[in-house]
């Protein structure tokens, strides 16, 4: 089934289209960091300065109500106002007699220690008397109150029960204590009122007078002002949830209801985020009252000079990324127009019935840098030329093995017509009464026709001892000699399967390089067993012995071959490497011919390779002075198929 065939994309276009990519994708990733870093940085600042300002509020609030308590209690220290305060006998028939200016000396010294105060008030119960002071023109008033108390004053309130304790009023409007204020221009505003109770000591509970200082809240705002364009704002909560400071005038002595009002959670001093909003929130500790502070400002304006940098710094990625961009296309530009070039060459002589190996590219493309383009197209121009003196030899070479296969064919013989030729022959033999000349044609015939069978690579241990026992029984005819062979079968081996062609090497390494037939007892023993859960086999034939230094040689050989084998197997290499190392070595041929225990390495690779390398070769002098080579293998391996068994199917045995 064909593939669909995918829209061409330019090696120019996937370049930049990448690096562009990968560019954005870091600019990205550095953006979101660094603009997550900042807003962090922008807030953990903000918190930091705002408590700085937050608390001194707090400590200048706390500092006027405390000097107030303390100015308020300097008229213990005063015996001619208690004695006023507390007697019947005084001038008070106006606010200008002697002892009413006495009266208005000590709320003036109570206003310069507050000087946030916008009128002080002092109520006489024993003189039934109201004094007030109001401080932004000094202007002294003063009311007779028939049957003036505290009770009448503050019939909700419970009475301060302490010489000297204080009480804090929350916000509320200006009030003139009923006196008649000649300047009320100046009374609309709101104000905090310091309550300070007088008793005549050590008596706390005569109560003679109430001290009232009334502290304008423009005050707070004076002091927590963060400028005309700052969105910051400060609001003071009492304890009931009523407002005592808000920027909205009008909203003072109403519940704050905000949704980032989160009193159950804010701590003594706190910052949090909350409904897009950044709140600094911190508790009184003053022992007069409690109330909050909660200083709020939108998150977008804590963020903006984050906000402006991380524009600033995507303005500078952009006009990068537009510099890279640019670049990026003139250089490609001038990479990518030779390869077009050179592709359009290639593909239209590709769209040629026949391709025009006379062409080259440097007739075509003009590219006079010296760089990895310009080798190319030399290095192109040198294949153009290989390929077609290659094409020239590969034609000249088919013509060549044309006519060998032409000569092969009229030389060739069915390996079947052998075999039927001498089962022919033999029956002539055997009619002329010579059956001895018909054993040993019958025995090549039968040898001949398991030998030529290359279908396959195993064979069982039954058919390899009948043929060996033919090639010896060929052998010994050969030579006019006689020869005891004895085969000793563990039960359950004859149905085994092998290595084909395994023993016959055996046996001719015996008959040539033993010169077997030159003893008058020849004998050659193959034992076939198992021991431990493995399948040994053991040649033993008593001609001339192999001396030390051969069995040496051929054991480190064995062990070599082990060692590569395992090697190209870890590697998952080429098993041809392998077979290449038993090739006959051509100096180590003998006078017929013949080479020096190369069969016994050529079958100890093959059971390496059927094996998979779970195989070991032996050879040694046994105590009867005889030669003994031993094969043995795991069991279990022998009925298992592996690589090294797909390997021999073309392994020339």
């Not at 006495?102 to 010294?109: G, I, M, N, R």
């Not at 002539?428 to 398991?450: Q, T």
Request: charged content about 20%; hydrophobic content about 40%; proline content about 3%.
């Amino acid at each position: 089934m064909s593939r669909e065939k995918r829209p061409f994309i330019g090696l120019r276009e996937k370049t930049i289209l990448i690096v562009l990519v990968i560019v954005v994708v870091t600019m990205v990733g550095f953006s979101v960091y660094f603009y997550g870093y900042s807003c962090d940085r922008a807030t953990e600042r903000y918190h930091e300065q705002t408590a700085i300002l937050r608390d001194n509020l707090v400590g200048t609030i706390d500092y006027y109500v405390t000097n107030c308590a303390k100015s308020a209690r300097s008229i213990y220290y005063n015996d001619s106002v208690m004695k006023l305060l507390t007697g019947k006998n005084g001038n008070f028939i106006n606010g200008e007699t002697r002892d009413s200016n006495e009266v208005f000396s000590y709320l003036l010294s109570t206003y310069a220690s507050v000087p946030s105060a916008v009128q002080v008030q002092l109520s006489a119960y024993r003189l039934e008397r109201s004094f007030l002071l109001t401080t932004y023109d000094l202007v002294h008033y003063m009311r007779v109150a028939p049957g003036l108390s505290y009770e009448q004053e503050y019939p909700q309130s419970p009475r301060l029960a302490i010489a000297g304790s204080v009480r804090v009023l929350n916000s509320h409007p200006l009030t003139n204590y009923g006196h008649f204020i000649t300047n009320s221009a100046s009374r609309n505003q709101y104000v905090f009122t310091v309550q300070i109770p007088l008793y005549i000591l050590p008596d706390e509970t005569s109560l003679v007078g109430l001290l009232s200082v009334d502290i304008s809240t423009k005050y707070i705002e004076s002091i927590c002002s963060f400028g005309n364009d700052s969105m910051t704002e400060v609001y003071i909560v009492a304890k009931d949830g009523s407002l005592i400071y808000a920027p909205d005038e009008e909203r003072i002595g109403e519940t704050l209801d905000e949704p980032w009002n989160r009193q159950e959670t804010a701590g003594p001093s706190s910052g949090y985020t909350c409904s897009g909003m950044e709140v600094s929130v911190r508790d009184f500790s003053s022992p007069y009252y409690q109330w909050r502070i909660y200083v709020v400002t939108p998150t977008k304006e804590v963020l903006r000079d984050a906000f402006i940098s991380q524009m600033a710094l995507m303005t500078s990625f952009l006009l990068a990324l537009l510099l890279i961009a640019a670049a990026l296309f003139s250089v490609m530009l001038q990479i990518v127009s030779p390869l077009k070039r050179m592709t359009m060459f290639f593909d239209s002589n590709r769209s040629l019935e026949k391709y025009n190996l006379k062409a080259r590219l440097q007739d075509v493309i003009h590219y006079s840098a010296n760089d990895e383009i310009g080798i190319l197209i030399q290095t192109i121009d040198a294949m153009l030329d290989t390929i077609e003196q290659h094409i020239e030899r590969e034609y000249k070479m088919q013509l060549a093995t044309r006519n060998s296969e032409l000569r092969a064919l009229q030389a060739q013989i069915n390996p079947h017509f052998i075999y039927n030729t001498l089962q022919y022959i033999g029956s002539r033999v055997l009619e002329n009464g010579d059956a001895e000349s018909y054993n040993a044609i019958a025995s090549f015939g039968k040898m001949l026709h398991y030998a030529m069978n290359m279908d396959e690579s195993t064979a069982s241990i039954e058919q390899e001892v009948d043929y060996v026992r033919r090639y010896l029984e060929l052998q010994a005819m050969r030579n006019d000699h006689g020869l005891e062979f004895e085969v000793k079968y563990a039960p359950g081996v004859r149905e085994l399967m092998i290595p084909k062609m395994t023993l016959q090497p055996m046996a001719e390494n015996a008959v040539i390089h033993g010169r077997l037939f030159n003893k008058p007892d020849s004998r050659i023993l193959i034992k076939l067993e198992i021991e431990n859960g493995d399948f040994c086999l053991t040649f033993v034939n008593n001609g001339e012995r192999a001396d030390a230094d051969k069995i040496r040689i051929q054991m480190e050989r064995a062990r070599d071959f082990r060692k590569k084998y395992a090697q190209i197997r870890r590697e998952t290499g080429s098993f041809s490497q392998l077979l290449q190392n038993v090739q006959m070595d051509e100096d180590g041929r003998g006078e017929d011919g013949s080479s020096h225990h190369i069969g016994l390495g050529n079958v100890y690779v093959r059971f390496l390779l059927q094996y998979d390398g779970q195989c070991e070769l032996n050879m040694r002098i046994n105590e009867r002075k005889e030669t003994e080579v031993s094969l043995r293998v795991p069991l279990m391996c022998m009925h298992v198929n592996n690589q090294g068994g797909a390997l021999l199917e073309n392994f020339d045995c």
